[in-house]
C-alpha cells in the first residue's frame, strides 16, 4: 500500500516537483547534464510483486530546455533512515515517514530482490498490464535453470545504463533511456541464440520491453555470466604500461621481442580472428531480410560520406566554443584542424565517389577493446547495442564490416596515447623518442589484429578485392571514428581530447591533407 501511495495523488506531485528532478540529474546516466531547468512526469508505474517483495516499474517523462527523454527507475521502499543505508550500493530518492517509523524511497535497479525478481519473470515468459500497455519478459532458449538471486555487484562504474553481476551467474543489464523501437543488443543477442550460433558472444537469457499500442521499447538484458579476468582494454593497457617502463631502461629505437609484446601480439591475432568469426557468423543468413548482406551502392557512400562531413562541422562548431577552455596541450592541435577545415571537408567529400565492391552487413557499430572480454585464454565480444548516439533505427542499418575494425584499430591507437600519457616521468625529448618508438609498435599492433582478421574471414563478399578500395573505406571509418572521439571527450571529459585530436591530425597529415 505505502509503494503504490508514493505515485498518486500529492505524493506523486511531490515526487515529480522535488525528488525525481534532484535525483536524475545528480545519475550518470542522464543525458542532458547541462540542463538549467528540468521537470519529470511519472507517465508509467506498473505494480511489480515477486515472494514477499513489491516493487514500482516507474517511467519518468524528463523535459529539460533542448530535449525530451524517458528513463526507466525502479522503485521500492526499504524501511530504513536514509543515513543507514549504503550510498554506493543503493540510491535513495526520497526520505519517508510513515508515523514513527522511518524509510526510504530507493532505486531499486541494483537490490538483489528486483534483480530476483526480474531474472524470474524472464524464466516465467511472464507479462504484466493489459492489451493497451503492458511489461513483457521473453527468455530465449539458452535460459535453462533457474537460481535464487541473493547478492549482485555493480559490473563497473554506472555509464548510460546500470549493469549488475548476480551470483556470477547472470548479467542483468537496465537500460536506462526508454526508446521505442527494435533494440539491437535483444536482436543480435537472439539471433546469435536461436538462428546462427556464435560461440565467443556471453548468450542472451532474456530480455524486459514495455509495450504499448504495440510499439517495444527495451528496458532490460539478461546475459550469461561468462568468469573472466577482465577486458582487451585493460589487457592492452597493462601490458603498454609495463612495457613502456621497459622501454625507459633500454637504449634500443626499436622495441624489441620480449615476453609482453609477445602476448599482446598474440592477445590481438585472437582478437582479429574473433572479429572475424564474428562478421561471419552475422552475415550467415541471407534469407533473414534483417540480416541478409546488401551489396553497397552509390547511395550507402554517399549516405555515410555526408554523415561523417556532418559530424566533422559538428566537431570544428564544438571547438570553436571551447577554445578558450582547452587543455592548455590542446590548444594547438585544435587550431591546426580547424585552420584546416576545408581541406579536410574537401578531402571526406571524396569519399563520396569512391565505388567499393562489397557487401554491407549487420555489425557491432562500436567496437573497441573494452567491447571484448578475456575469459579461459579465448576473446569474447560484448554490448552488440551499438553507439550511444545513434538512434536505435540508425545502429540497426547495415555497414561494411571495415566500420568494426576501423574502431578496433582507432581503439589499439588510442590505448598506446593514453599510456604514453600515464608515463608521467617521461618528458621532454625522451619522451618524444618513446613516443616515436611506440608509434612503430602500435602499427605492429594494428598489423598483427588486421592480418589476422583478413586470413579467418574466408568470406569474399565482406571485403573488397580492390587495395585502393579496401584504404579508402578503412579512410572513411577511421575518420569517422577519430572525429567520433573528438565529440565524444569535448562532451564528456575535455581533459583527454588531446588524444583524439593528435590522432586525427597524424592520420589526415599520413593522407597529405594536412600539412606536417
Not at 603498454?240 to 624489441?256: F, H, M, N, V, Y
Not at 618528458?427 to 583478413?454: D, N, V
Amino acid at each position: 500500500e505505502g509503494l503504490d501511495s508514493l505515485v498518486s495523488g500529492r505524493n506523486r506531485h511531490a515526487l515529480e516537483a522535488d525528488a525525481l528532478p534532484n535525483f536524475i540529474t545528480e545519475r550518470r546516466w542522464f543525458g542532458d547534464k547541462g540542463a538549467r531547468r528540468i521537470s519529470a512526469d511519472l507517465a508509467v508505474a506498473f505494480p511489480l510483486t515477486h515472494a514477499d517483495n513489491r516493487f514500482i516499474i516507474a517511467i519518468a517523462d524528463v523535459t529539460t530546455d533542448s530535449a525530451k527523454s524517458r528513463y526507466l527507475l525502479p522503485l521500492t521502499i526499504r524501511w530504513q533512515r536514509y543515513t543507514d543505508i549504503e550510498k554506493n550500493e543503493t540510491k535513495v530518492i526520497a526520505a519517508l515517514r510513515r508515523t514513527a517509523r522511518e524509510g526510504s524511497l530507493v532505486d531499486a535497479a541494483a537490490e538483489p530482490e528486483f534483480i530476483n525478481a526480474i531474472v524470474a519473470k524472464i524464466y516465467g515468459s511472464e507479462s504484466v498490464g493489459d492489451a493497451e500497455r503492458k511489461l513483457e519478459f521473453r527468455k530465449t532458449s539458452a535460459f535453462e535453470t533457474l537460481i535464487d538471486v541473493k547478492s549482485v555487484k555493480a559490473a563497473g562504474v554506472e555509464q548510460s545504463n546500470t549493469t549488475v553481476i548476480a551470483e556470477n551467474k547472470y548479467v542483468v543489464k537496465i537500460l536506462r533511456k526508454v526508446t521505442p523501437g527494435i533494440h539491437p543488443e535483444i536482436e543480435i543477442g537472439r539471433f546469435f541464440v536461436e538462428q546462427a550460433p556464435f560461440a565467443n558472444a556471453p548468450r542472451l537469457l532474456g530480455s524486459v520491453e514495455l509495450v504499448e499500442d504495440g510499439q517495444h521499447s527495451a528496458l532490460a538484458v539478461v546475459h550469461e555470466f561468462i568468469d573472466n579476468q577482465g577486458d582487451a582494454w585493460a589487457f592492452i593497457s597493462q601490458s603498454l604500461d609495463r612495457l613502456i617502463a621497459e622501454q625507459q631502461l633500454l637504449p634500443d629505437e626499436t622495441i624489441s621481442e620480449t615476453p609482453e609484446s609477445a602476448a599482446m601480439l598474440g592477445r590481438l591475432r585472437q582478437i582479429g580472428e574473433r572479429t572475424a568469426d564474428f562478421h561471419r557468423t552475422i552475415a550467415s543468413r541471407p534469407d533473414i531480410p534483417d540480416f541478409a548482406p546488401e551489396s553497397i551502392d552509390k547511395d550507402d557512400m554517399a549516405r555515410w560520406t555526408g554523415a561523417l562531413q556532418a559530424r566533422a562541422e559538428n566537431v570544428f562548431a564544438l571547438l570553436d566554443r571551447s577554445e578558450a577552455t582547452l587543455p592548455d596541450t590542446a590548444k594547438p592541435l585544435a587550431s591546426t584542424l580547424r585552420d584546416n577545415r576545408q581541406q579536410i571537408l574537401a578531402h571526406i567529400a571524396k569519399s563520396r565517389d569512391v565505388t567499393v565492391d562489397a557487401m554491407k552487413i549487420r555489425h557491432h557499430g562500436d567496437f573497441h577493446l573494452g567491447q571484448v572480454l578475456i575469459a579461459n585464454n579465448d576473446s569474447f565480444l560484448l554490448d552488440f547495442e551499438g553507439e550511444p548516439r545513434r538512434s536505435l533505427d540508425e545502429r540497426r542499418h547495415k555497414a561494411p564490416a571495415a566500420r568494426d575494425v576501423a574502431g578496433f584499430c582507432r581503439s589499439i591507437d588510442y590505448a598506446t596515447s593514453a599510456a604514453l600519457n600515464r608515463a608521467a616521468a617521461s618528458q621532454g625529448e625522451e619522451k618524444a623518442k618513446l613516443a616515436a618508438r611506440l608509434r612503430l609498435w602500435t602499427q605492429k599492433l594494428i598489423e598483427a589484429y588486421w592480418q589476422s582478421y583478413r586470413e579467418a574471414l574466408a568470406d569474399d563478399r565482406l571485403w573488397p578485392h580492390d587495395d585502393e578500395q579496401s584504404r579508402q573505406l578503412l579512410d572513411l571509418f577511421l575518420l569517422e571514428k577519430a572525429f567520433y572521439e573528438i565529440e565524444y571527450e569535448l562532451t564528456n571529459r575535455p581533459d583527454w581530447v588531446g588524444i583524439p585530436l593528435e590522432a586525427t591530425l597524424r592520420i589526415l597529415r599520413q593522407r597529405g591533407v594536412v600539412p606536417s
